[in-house]
């Protein structure tokens, strides 16, 4: 089973800042097959990123991910009040099991 | 517009068995995989396990395997988790959620039920 670290567990920033998250995997991990989430309290996540860079529908391009094999990175250029919350990143895809990484959270400074 | 609708909170005792469900809507339910996703309180996401309503085909996580079982009913656009013996570690949100497709690429979980929470107390 793969396993997803995130870094840092908890990173405190203000409005405007620049944010980056980052998620490694235990293997490599197909790119097209890397999501990243975020959830506020008391809400169900929502679908930020797909394929480790695709933007899902409705989502802003303050938020961008990269990376490739074991290493994968969420940006979110500059910080809306909105957007401190808790990030998760996971793998999907092909393989029998699906995880999800620990978590980051992004809270304000 | 496509919405998954959960059932709503349970209180349970344990050794009792539940049943929730996830009923899609405004969309070809038969067409993308449901799973299931465990929110314990105050901790982070863990999945559970999927199944493909077109042939009920199930996955699940070893963390899961044999605690509990995902089903669906396609008549009715519904999936379900099930437990036939509950613990007080059962106690979390369980939330259902849709593997987004697009001609034929997945695009992670797109759409995302609103929780059932499951208390599961003596």
């Known amino acids: 089973e793969i396993v997803l670290t995130q870094s840092p567990g908890t990173v405190s920033l203000s409005p405007g800042d620049r944010a980056t998250l980052s998620c490694r995997a235990s293997q490599s991990v197909s790119s097209s097959y890397l999501a990243w989430y975020h959830q506020r309290p008391g809400q169900a996540p929502r679908l930020l990123i797909y394929?480790?860079?695709r933007r899902a529908t409705g989502i802003p391009d303050r938020f961008s991910g990269s990376g490739s094999g074991t290493d994968f990175t969420l940006t979110i250029s500059r910080l809306e009040p909105e957007d401190f919350a808790v990030y998760y990143c996971?793998?999907?895809?092909?393989?029998?099991?699906?995880?999800f990484g620990q978590g980051t959270k992004v809270e304000i400074k | 517009e496509v919405q998954l609708v959960q059932s709503g909170s349970e209180v349970k005792k344990p050794g009792e068995s539940l049943k929730i469900s996830c009923k899609g809507s405004g969309f070809i339910f038969s067409s993308y995989w449901i799973s299931w996703v465990r929110q314990m309180p105050g901790k982070g996401l863990e999945w559970m396990g999927r199944?493909?309503?077109?042939?009920?085909?199930?996955s699940y996580s070893p963390s899961f395997q044999g605690d509990v079982i995902i089903s669906t009913d396609r008549s009715t656009s519904t999936a379900y988790l099930q437990w036939s013996s509950l613990k007080a570690s059962d106690t979390a949100i369980y939330y259902c959620?849709?593997?987004?497709?697009?001609?034929?690429?997945?695009?992670?979980?797109?759409?995302w039920g609103q929780g059932t929470q499951v208390t599961v107390s003596s």
């Open positions: 959620a849709r593997l987004g497709l697009f001609f034929g690429e997945w695009r992670g979980f797109d759409y």
């Open positions: 199944i493909d309503p077109s042939d009920s085909h199930t």
């Open positions: 394929g480790a860079s």
């Open positions: 996971q793998h999907y895809g092909s393989s029998p099991t699906w995880t």
